[in-house]
Protein backbone atom coordinates (compact mmCIF):
# COMPACT_ATOMS: atom_id res chain seq x y z
CA UNK A 1 0.00 0.00 0.00
CA UNK A 2 1.05 3.82 -0.71
CA UNK A 3 -0.08 7.06 -0.31
CA UNK A 4 0.30 9.52 -2.73
CA UNK A 5 -0.19 13.43 -2.09
CA UNK A 6 -0.91 15.71 -4.20
CA UNK A 7 2.00 17.07 -5.12
CA UNK A 8 3.72 13.73 -5.78
CA UNK A 9 5.10 13.70 -9.61
CA UNK A 10 4.10 11.42 -11.93
CA UNK A 11 7.61 10.06 -12.25
CA UNK A 12 7.24 9.09 -8.59
CA UNK A 13 4.29 7.51 -9.06
CA UNK A 14 5.57 5.38 -12.06
CA UNK A 15 8.37 4.39 -10.01
CA UNK A 16 6.24 2.46 -7.58
CA UNK A 17 4.24 0.69 -10.35
CA UNK A 18 7.34 0.13 -13.22
CA UNK A 19 8.15 -3.20 -11.74
CA UNK A 20 5.23 -4.83 -12.86
CA UNK A 21 6.11 -3.80 -16.71
CA UNK A 22 8.97 -6.29 -16.12
CA UNK A 23 6.55 -9.34 -14.76
CA UNK A 24 4.61 -8.31 -18.30
CA UNK A 25 7.81 -9.14 -20.22
CA UNK A 26 8.54 -12.18 -18.17
CA UNK A 27 5.04 -13.72 -19.47
CA UNK A 28 2.38 -12.87 -16.50
CA UNK A 29 -0.88 -11.15 -17.09
CA UNK A 30 -0.44 -7.69 -15.24
CA UNK A 31 -3.53 -5.50 -14.44
CA UNK A 32 -3.04 -1.50 -13.40
CA UNK A 33 -6.61 -0.08 -13.18
CA UNK A 34 -8.06 3.27 -11.64
CA UNK A 35 -10.80 3.26 -9.80
CA UNK A 36 -12.80 6.44 -7.72
CA UNK A 37 -15.63 8.92 -7.99
CA UNK A 38 -16.09 11.26 -11.12
CA UNK A 39 -13.45 14.12 -11.16
CA UNK A 40 -10.68 12.60 -8.60
CA UNK A 41 -7.76 12.23 -10.96
CA UNK A 42 -7.64 8.61 -12.47
CA UNK A 43 -7.09 10.14 -16.05
CA UNK A 44 -4.44 12.18 -15.16
CA UNK A 45 -2.91 9.51 -13.10
CA UNK A 46 -3.50 7.00 -16.35
CA UNK A 47 -3.02 9.29 -19.54
CA UNK A 48 -1.25 12.42 -17.56
CA UNK A 49 -0.83 15.44 -19.98
CA UNK A 50 2.17 16.54 -22.04
CA UNK A 51 4.16 18.07 -19.61
CA UNK A 52 3.23 15.38 -16.70
CA UNK A 53 2.92 11.96 -18.70
CA UNK A 54 1.23 9.74 -16.70
CA UNK A 55 1.30 5.79 -16.41
CA UNK A 56 0.48 4.67 -19.91
CA UNK A 57 2.32 7.26 -21.63
CA UNK A 58 5.64 5.75 -19.31
CA UNK A 59 5.06 2.24 -20.00
CA UNK A 60 5.43 2.91 -23.77
CA UNK A 61 8.71 4.20 -23.35
CA UNK A 62 10.00 1.73 -20.78
CA UNK A 63 8.35 -1.20 -22.70
CA UNK A 64 10.39 -0.56 -26.07
CA UNK A 65 13.73 0.57 -24.00
CA UNK A 66 13.56 -2.78 -22.28
CA UNK A 67 13.21 -4.93 -25.68
CA UNK A 68 16.10 -2.71 -26.66
CA UNK A 69 18.22 -4.11 -24.04
CA UNK A 70 17.42 -8.30 -24.75
CA UNK A 71 19.88 -9.35 -27.00
CA UNK A 72 19.23 -13.38 -26.97
CA UNK A 73 15.05 -13.01 -27.57
CA UNK A 74 13.17 -11.34 -30.20
CA UNK A 75 10.39 -8.82 -28.80
CA UNK A 76 7.04 -8.09 -30.78
CA UNK A 77 5.24 -5.24 -29.25
CA UNK A 78 1.20 -5.20 -30.25
CA UNK A 79 -1.57 -3.33 -28.54
CA UNK A 80 -5.63 -2.44 -28.55
CA UNK A 81 -8.07 -0.06 -27.03
CA UNK A 82 -11.13 -0.78 -25.91
CA UNK A 83 -14.15 1.40 -24.62
CA UNK A 84 -17.15 0.27 -22.77
CA UNK A 85 -19.86 3.39 -23.19
CA UNK A 86 -23.48 2.48 -21.97
CA UNK A 87 -22.98 -0.89 -22.65
CA UNK A 88 -21.42 -1.13 -25.74
CA UNK A 89 -17.75 -1.95 -26.60
CA UNK A 90 -16.13 0.15 -29.27
CA UNK A 91 -12.86 0.17 -31.20
CA UNK A 92 -10.90 2.94 -30.41
CA UNK A 93 -8.40 2.18 -33.14
CA UNK A 94 -11.31 1.78 -35.18
CA UNK A 95 -10.97 5.16 -38.07
CA UNK A 96 -13.93 3.80 -40.08
CA UNK A 97 -17.17 6.03 -40.16
CA UNK A 98 -18.97 3.12 -41.57
CA UNK A 99 -21.00 1.26 -39.48
CA UNK A 100 -18.77 -0.56 -37.28
CA UNK A 101 -18.87 -4.68 -36.27
CA UNK A 102 -20.39 -5.92 -33.29
CA UNK A 103 -17.34 -6.66 -30.72
CA UNK A 104 -17.50 -9.90 -28.49
CA UNK A 105 -15.85 -10.75 -25.97
CA UNK A 106 -14.51 -14.46 -25.20
CA UNK A 107 -11.28 -16.67 -23.91
CA UNK A 108 -9.04 -18.28 -25.85
CA UNK A 109 -7.63 -22.09 -25.44
CA UNK A 110 -5.21 -20.53 -22.26
CA UNK A 111 -7.79 -18.86 -20.86
CA UNK A 112 -7.29 -15.36 -21.75
CA UNK A 113 -9.66 -12.90 -22.33
CA UNK A 114 -9.88 -11.70 -26.28
CA UNK A 115 -12.28 -9.19 -27.79
CA UNK A 116 -13.46 -10.80 -31.16
CA UNK A 117 -13.56 -8.30 -33.90
CA UNK A 118 -11.62 -5.54 -32.72
CA UNK A 119 -8.03 -4.52 -33.94
CA UNK A 120 -4.47 -5.44 -32.68
CA UNK A 121 -1.73 -3.36 -34.32
CA UNK A 122 2.02 -4.25 -34.24
CA UNK A 123 4.29 -1.16 -32.93
CA UNK A 124 8.12 -1.21 -34.04
CA UNK A 125 8.73 1.88 -32.08
CA UNK A 126 7.09 3.89 -29.01
CA UNK A 127 6.82 6.95 -31.20
CA UNK A 128 4.57 4.50 -33.18
CA UNK A 129 2.72 3.22 -30.41
CA UNK A 130 1.93 6.30 -28.64
CA UNK A 131 0.57 8.39 -31.53
CA UNK A 132 -2.19 4.99 -31.62
CA UNK A 133 -2.92 5.58 -27.93
CA UNK A 134 -3.25 9.45 -28.44
CA UNK A 135 -5.78 9.07 -31.85
CA UNK A 136 -7.69 6.56 -29.74
CA UNK A 137 -7.82 8.77 -26.53
CA UNK A 138 -9.34 11.17 -29.20
CA UNK A 139 -12.49 9.36 -29.88
CA UNK A 140 -13.13 8.39 -26.48
CA UNK A 141 -16.73 9.50 -25.09
CA UNK A 142 -15.95 13.47 -22.68
CA UNK A 143 -18.62 15.46 -21.92
CA UNK A 144 -18.52 18.68 -19.67
CA UNK A 145 -19.85 18.32 -16.08
CA UNK A 146 -20.69 20.10 -12.67
CA UNK A 147 -18.35 17.92 -11.40
CA UNK A 148 -15.74 17.66 -14.69
CA UNK A 149 -14.22 19.68 -17.60
CA UNK A 150 -14.20 16.78 -19.46
CA UNK A 151 -15.94 13.53 -17.83
CA UNK A 152 -14.55 10.15 -19.03
CA UNK A 153 -18.29 8.97 -20.02
CA UNK A 154 -16.77 5.02 -20.99
CA UNK A 155 -14.54 2.91 -19.44
CA UNK A 156 -11.48 2.56 -21.42
CA UNK A 157 -9.46 -0.86 -21.58
CA UNK A 158 -5.62 -0.44 -23.41
CA UNK A 159 -3.65 -3.78 -23.77
CA UNK A 160 -0.38 -4.54 -24.82
CA UNK A 161 0.87 -7.84 -25.73
CA UNK A 162 4.71 -8.97 -25.32
CA UNK A 163 5.58 -12.10 -27.59
CA UNK A 164 8.71 -12.82 -26.88
CA UNK A 165 10.87 -16.03 -28.53
CA UNK A 166 14.01 -17.08 -26.90
CA UNK A 167 16.49 -17.74 -29.93
CA UNK A 168 18.47 -20.30 -28.29
CA UNK A 169 15.97 -22.67 -26.65
CA UNK A 170 13.10 -21.36 -29.51
CA UNK A 171 10.74 -21.45 -26.12
CA UNK A 172 8.06 -18.70 -26.41
CA UNK A 173 5.59 -16.76 -23.80
CA UNK A 174 3.49 -13.60 -24.10
CA UNK A 175 2.69 -11.06 -21.71
CA UNK A 176 -0.24 -9.06 -21.21
CA UNK A 177 -0.69 -5.37 -19.50
CA UNK A 178 -4.14 -4.09 -18.99
CA UNK A 179 -3.83 -0.67 -18.25
CA UNK A 180 -7.72 0.56 -17.51
CA UNK A 181 -9.05 3.75 -16.54
CA UNK A 182 -12.42 3.42 -15.18
CA UNK A 183 -15.56 6.13 -15.77
CA UNK A 184 -15.76 7.17 -12.39
CA UNK A 185 -19.06 6.84 -9.73
CA UNK A 186 -21.39 9.32 -9.83
CA UNK A 187 -24.42 10.86 -8.47
CA UNK A 188 -27.04 12.75 -10.51
CA UNK A 189 -27.30 15.82 -8.21
CA UNK A 190 -23.80 16.32 -8.29
CA UNK A 191 -22.97 16.08 -11.93
CA UNK A 192 -26.33 18.11 -12.95
CA UNK A 193 -26.74 15.75 -16.20
CA UNK A 194 -30.47 15.48 -16.45
CA UNK A 195 -30.42 15.10 -20.78
CA UNK A 196 -31.72 11.15 -21.54
CA UNK A 197 -28.22 10.28 -22.70
CA UNK A 198 -26.26 11.49 -19.95
CA UNK A 199 -28.79 9.52 -17.61
CA UNK A 200 -28.30 6.58 -19.54
CA UNK A 201 -24.43 6.80 -19.41
CA UNK A 202 -24.91 7.53 -15.39
CA UNK A 203 -27.13 4.37 -15.14
CA UNK A 204 -24.88 2.45 -17.12
CA UNK A 205 -21.69 3.53 -15.36
CA UNK A 206 -23.33 2.88 -12.01
CA UNK A 207 -24.59 -0.41 -13.21
CA UNK A 208 -21.03 -1.83 -14.38
CA UNK A 209 -19.02 -0.21 -11.19
CA UNK A 210 -21.59 -2.22 -9.13
CA UNK A 211 -21.23 -5.40 -11.24
CA UNK A 212 -17.54 -4.75 -10.71
CA UNK A 213 -17.90 -5.01 -6.68
CA UNK A 214 -19.82 -7.93 -6.65
CA UNK A 215 -17.56 -10.06 -8.66
CA UNK A 216 -14.48 -8.27 -6.15
CA UNK A 217 -16.92 -9.51 -3.35
CA UNK A 218 -17.24 -13.02 -4.71
CA UNK A 219 -13.37 -13.51 -5.17
CA UNK A 220 -12.80 -12.49 -1.42
CA UNK A 221 -14.95 -14.96 -0.36
CA UNK A 222 -14.00 -17.61 -2.62
CA UNK A 223 -17.22 -18.06 -3.87
CA UNK A 224 -17.48 -21.35 -6.37
CA UNK A 225 -19.03 -19.13 -8.69
CA UNK A 226 -18.50 -15.71 -9.74
CA UNK A 227 -20.28 -13.33 -11.71
CA UNK A 228 -17.96 -12.60 -14.71
CA UNK A 229 -19.90 -12.63 -17.25
CA UNK A 230 -22.99 -10.13 -15.78
CA UNK A 231 -21.35 -7.48 -17.08
CA UNK A 232 -19.43 -6.21 -19.94
CA UNK A 233 -16.52 -4.70 -17.95
CA UNK A 234 -16.21 -7.62 -15.74
CA UNK A 235 -16.07 -9.91 -18.29
CA UNK A 236 -13.42 -7.72 -20.29
CA UNK A 237 -11.43 -7.59 -16.83
CA UNK A 238 -11.75 -11.32 -15.78
CA UNK A 239 -8.20 -12.67 -16.58
CA UNK A 240 -7.07 -9.07 -14.69
CA UNK A 241 -9.79 -9.43 -11.55
CA UNK A 242 -8.63 -13.40 -10.40
CA UNK A 243 -6.77 -16.26 -11.22
CA UNK A 244 -3.34 -15.86 -12.25
CA UNK A 245 -3.27 -11.88 -12.85
CA UNK A 246 -0.84 -9.52 -11.28
CA UNK A 247 -3.43 -6.64 -10.48
CA UNK A 248 -2.53 -3.56 -8.91
CA UNK A 249 -5.52 -0.65 -8.42
CA UNK A 250 -5.41 3.15 -7.84
CA UNK A 251 -7.90 4.68 -5.83
CA UNK A 252 -8.27 8.02 -6.23
CA UNK A 253 -10.00 10.27 -4.25
CA UNK A 254 -10.63 13.62 -3.88
CA UNK A 255 -9.88 16.25 -0.67
CA UNK A 256 -13.01 18.45 -1.28
CA UNK A 257 -15.16 18.18 2.24
CA UNK A 258 -18.59 17.38 0.06
CA UNK A 259 -16.39 14.54 -1.35
CA UNK A 260 -16.10 12.56 1.62
CA UNK A 261 -18.71 10.17 1.49
CA UNK A 262 -17.54 9.05 -1.80
CA UNK A 263 -14.06 9.04 -0.21
CA UNK A 264 -14.82 6.75 2.09
CA UNK A 265 -16.91 4.19 -0.10
CA UNK A 266 -13.74 3.93 -2.56
CA UNK A 267 -11.33 3.40 0.04
CA UNK A 268 -14.05 0.03 1.73
CA UNK A 269 -14.04 -0.73 -1.95
CA UNK A 270 -10.25 -0.33 -2.07
CA UNK A 271 -9.78 -2.56 1.37
CA UNK A 272 -11.70 -5.22 -0.32
CA UNK A 273 -10.02 -5.36 -3.12
CA UNK A 274 -6.81 -5.71 -1.02
CA UNK A 275 -8.02 -9.42 0.59
CA UNK A 276 -7.69 -10.88 -3.32
CA UNK A 277 -5.16 -13.11 -3.37
CA UNK A 278 -4.08 -14.65 -6.63
CA UNK A 279 -1.92 -17.29 -7.71
CA UNK A 280 0.31 -15.48 -10.62
CA UNK A 281 1.60 -17.62 -13.32
CA UNK A 282 3.67 -17.59 -16.36
CA UNK A 283 3.16 -19.73 -19.13
CA UNK A 284 6.15 -20.71 -21.43
CA UNK A 285 5.67 -22.88 -24.91
CA UNK A 286 8.40 -25.30 -25.37
CA UNK A 287 9.48 -26.61 -28.77
CA UNK A 288 7.90 -29.82 -27.81
CA UNK A 289 4.73 -27.59 -26.63
CA UNK A 290 4.80 -25.92 -30.27
CA UNK A 291 5.32 -28.97 -32.35
CA UNK A 292 3.11 -30.71 -30.22
CA UNK A 293 -0.08 -28.17 -31.13
CA UNK A 294 1.26 -27.45 -34.77
CA UNK A 295 0.52 -31.69 -34.67
CA UNK A 296 -3.13 -31.57 -32.90
CA UNK A 297 -3.79 -28.43 -35.44
CA UNK A 298 -3.07 -30.75 -38.30
CA UNK A 299 -4.76 -33.58 -37.40
CA UNK A 300 -8.11 -31.22 -36.42
CA UNK A 301 -7.60 -29.80 -40.38
CA UNK A 302 -7.53 -33.48 -41.65
CA UNK A 303 -10.43 -34.46 -39.82
CA UNK A 304 -12.65 -31.69 -41.15
CA UNK A 305 -11.44 -32.01 -44.29
CA UNK A 306 -12.61 -36.06 -44.13
CA UNK A 307 -16.11 -34.16 -42.87
Known sequence: DHIFEPKIPQSEIYENVSHLLQSAYDGYKVCIFAYG???????????????????????????????KELRNQTVTISSQMIELYVDELRDLYNKSKKKKKQLKIGLDHAGCVIVQGSIITESGDASHLTDLYDSGLTRRVVRVTEMNDASSRSHLIFTIYIRIKDKETGNSWEGKLNIVDLAGSERQKRTKLVDPQGLKEANSINMSLSALSNVISALVKKEHFIPYRSNKLTYIMQDSLGGD????????????????????SALAYAHRVKSIKNNAQKVINTKEMQKLKQHIKELKSRLSEKE
Open 37 to 67: QTGSGKTYTIAGDKQNPGIVPRVIEQVFQHA
Open 245 to 264: AKTLMFVNISPAGDDVEETD
